[in-house]
Structures are given as C-alpha cells and as structure tokens.
C-alpha cells in the first residue's frame, strides 16, 4: 500500500467534494449517500449544503417586499451568506482534516449570478477565498425532467428559482424552464472551464452511487481513516 | 456625471445615469467629515442645487444585520466585507443612481474608499477589495480630509468622551490598550488611503485646520463643476423658471 498522497490544490489535509446542479438533479440524495459510505468506510466526513441562512433570508424576504434587491445586492448576500459559511462549516473541518461533503459551492453563485446579468469575472473575484475542490461532480439532467420531480413530489415553485425577478415570463412554469434552462447552459460551460465530473442524472440512483465511489476511491487512497488517526499518534 | 463605473457594469441600470454631480468626502472619524458635509450642502442648496446627502450603512436592506453582526462580533472579515459591499450596492442603486439620474447632487459622507480601507487592514488584498467595489461610479470629485492622528484623537475625546471599540480597530487584536490601538489602527488606515489617493485621484485638504477654513478649500474644488450647470440668474420679465398665474386674476 502507498502511503504516499498527492497533494490537493487546496494545500488543506483534507478533501472537498463538491456536488453541483440544477434544484431536483437529485445531487443532494448522491451526496447524502456518498457521505454515509465514507463514514462507514472509517473516514472522518462532515457534510454540509447550502441553502438560505437566516441572514440572507430574512433580508430577502424584505428586500421583495420593497422591491429592493437587484441583481447585484442579490449577489452580494449571497455572497456574504457562503462566506460566513465557508468559514464556519467548511474550512474548520478541512483544516481538521475531514473529507467535506458540499453540498452546492461557489460554482452554484458563478451560474445563478451570469443568469441575472451580473459579470462573470467579478463574481469570480469575490469568491477567490473558496479554494478549488478536489472534484465538483456536476448531476446534469434536462431542465424538463427537473421540472416533472417537482410537480410530483408537490413541491411549490419559489419565487427566485423561477427567476420571476427576472421578468422573462408571468407563468410560473413558463419562467422556471427558461431561467433554469439559463442556469443549465452556465453548468454546461463551466463543466468544462472548471473540469467539473459530469454525472448523467437520468440514470437510477443505485447506478449513480457506485460511479462516485469509484470515482473518490483513488483520491481517497492513502488517506487516513479514523482508525488509523487514533492508533498513529 | 460621467455615469462611469471603476470597471464591472451594473446589470439593469441605465448605462449612462446623467444628471447631478456625485461628490464624495472622505476621512477618519474625527477629520471633521461630517461638518464639511452639512456646510457644504447648505452652500450648495444656496446656491440653487438639490442635493441629495449620503452615508454608510444607511441602507434599509442590511444596516441591522450589521448592527447584530457588531454587537455579537461574529462574522469573519471576509463576511464583513461582503455585507458592508451590499449595503453599499443597496445605496448605490436604489438611492445613489435615481439621485443623480433626478439631476441632484450627491453628497457622500465616506463612500467605498472607507469600506476598502476597512476591509484591507483586516486582511483583504487591495486587489479584492478594489475588483469588489468596481461596480461604484466614479465620483466627480474626492475630497479627502487629512488629519494627523494627535488631531483626531483628541476630536474624538472631546466627541465622545471616550474611544470608540471600532474606529480604534479593537476587533483586530493590534493591543489590547485602547489607546495604543487607536494609533496602530489609524495607521494602518492612513496607509490605505494613502495609496488610493493616487490610484482614485483624491484631492487631500488639510484638516488640521479650523472648519471655515476646511471649508474654503472644498468650495474651491467644488466651484469648477458648475461653471457650466449653474442654474439661470436672469430672464426677461422676473424671477427665472417662474410661471405668473394667469386666467382669472388677468380678466379680473
């Protein structure tokens, strides 16, 4: 066995793993799963995702209600949003040496800011502080798929997924398969710009689970599992 | 107001918001900011311009999360920069750029260079810090009020009795005397506007000095940008831009 492990670009002792794609691609149930096999596989995991803290939210919701928010300031909380927890939930366990299971990362910023409008190499400046994983699996699927699982499951449109600050469309529907039609393509550039692993989020979720265990298994050679952690020192 | 940015577009504003000149006063807390500020929109306004006064974290959007993120002194720099940068984006648009677009002055007490300078001395490269805010318009005029640290020391005692935990820079850790943190702090500071003065082209007024005589050296600056916009003095047949009532009183 080799003990010998490449060194992440990041420079941190532990690893990232970053899952990004459109709301319903199913990458949140892939992550779920890939972090209970680390765990189970004796690896010290810590999974995170984001979604709208209380900051942001709250200022949000008043900022519809008073039709404040542009574009930009949308950006700009969000902003804040991920760096507050980028330093709390994400670079602690990275540091500490845990594999970091992300749910959602800048890249989500990168795709939803280009699609209001707001220029890309300045989002990307302002997200300079989050280091690059060690491998973004980006879960594509058709935007009209996305859209059957919601209807399904009765999950009702939000405002802001539908891009409706947008004012592309008046219905609902209308404007979510064209807004997230908008987020599909910036995936779709950055799965290249940004060597993204590219995940068939079609396929059954069973056949989609082992393609990521195979997939971490050579990056994960070599590093350290608790037992190991606990027995060195 | 030329309607230019420092160089990112703003997404869904006019490209081109002419109008009111955007007039910005900087300087440490104690360079005697907020007074030039008042007497120089009473001079304005007597001379004929509506103006429009500005500060920092005035927005609706975010001020009071700033406020309980202060209180608590929870959030990282890094947030903390980003939150100032959305308040200031929330001021920019929705009451900087219609102000202007109106044809109004806009007086800013402080604008972006406080905020970078702020951010960078927690720990922002100036390259961050300056892409950031690249989406502010350009000013048509800066006006930085330099004072030596002795000065704003003792305007800041005499103010508050006291030294206040933020403009000493307490957050950072430089000593855990208020005092001394004070001076480290201001220095710190001094050298980051010292380097945008060029970069951003800012006409420094010595602040040491009484306020009438601060203020003389403003309106000089200011003069130049209404050679050309000055409202009219004179017309034919009474007060210019008034419309003598007619109709009943004329037949009557």
Known sequence: ?233 | MTGRTYGTPLPGLPAEPRGGQLIVIEGADGSGRTTEVSRLKEWLEVQGHAVVDTGLRRSTLVSEEIDRAKQGHTLGATTMALLYAADFGDQLENKIVPALSAGSTVLADRYIYTLMARAIVRGASRDWARRLYGFAFIPDLVVFLDARPEILLHRAIGKYGSLDYWESGMDLSLSRDLFESFFLYQARLAAEFDWMATEYSFHRVDANRRPDQVDADVRALVEPLYRRSSPRRSGAGGPAGLIRPRGRDASG
């Not at chain 1, 942001?56 to 008043?62: A, D, P, Q």
């Not at chain 1, 220029?119 to 997200?127: L, N």
């Not at chain 1, 469309?169 to 997230?180: A, I, N």
């Open chain 1, 1 to 233: 066995m080799s003990a010998e492990l490449a060194s992440p670009a990041h420079g941190y002792p532990g690893r990232l793993f970053v899952f990004e794609g459109l709301d319903g691609s199913g990458k949140s149930t892939q992550a779920a799963l890939l972090a209970k096999w680390l765990a189970a596989q004796g690896y010290r995991v810590f999974q995170t995702e984001w979604n709208s803290s209380e900051l942001v939210s709250s200022t949000i919701r008043r900022g519809k209600k008073k039709g404040l928010l542009t574009p930009t300031t949308f950006s700009l909380l969000h902003a804040t949003d991920f760096a507050d927890r980028f330093d709390r939930k994400i670079l602690p366990p990275l540091r500490a040496g845990y594999v970091v299971v992300c749910d959602r990362y800048s890249f989500t910023a990168f795709v939803r800011d280009a699609a209001r409008g707001c220029d890309p190499g300045w989002v990307r400046t302002i997200y300079s502080f989050a280091p690059t994983p060690d491998v973004t699996f980006y879960f594509r699927v058709p935007v009209r798929v996305t859209l059957q699982r919601k209807i399904a499951s009765r999950l009702k449109i939000n405002y802001y997924e539908a891009g409706m600050d947008l004012g592309l469309s008046d219905d609902v529907h209308d404007s979510y398969e064209r807004f997230q039609g908008r987020l599909k393509r910036e995936y779709d550039r950055l799965a290249v710009s940004d060597r993204m692993t590219v995940v068939d989020s079609t396929r059954p979720v069973e056949r989609i689970q082992a393609v990521l265990r195979d997939h971490v298994r050579p990056i994960l050679s070599g590093f350290p599992t608790m037992e190991t952690l606990m027995h060195d020192g």
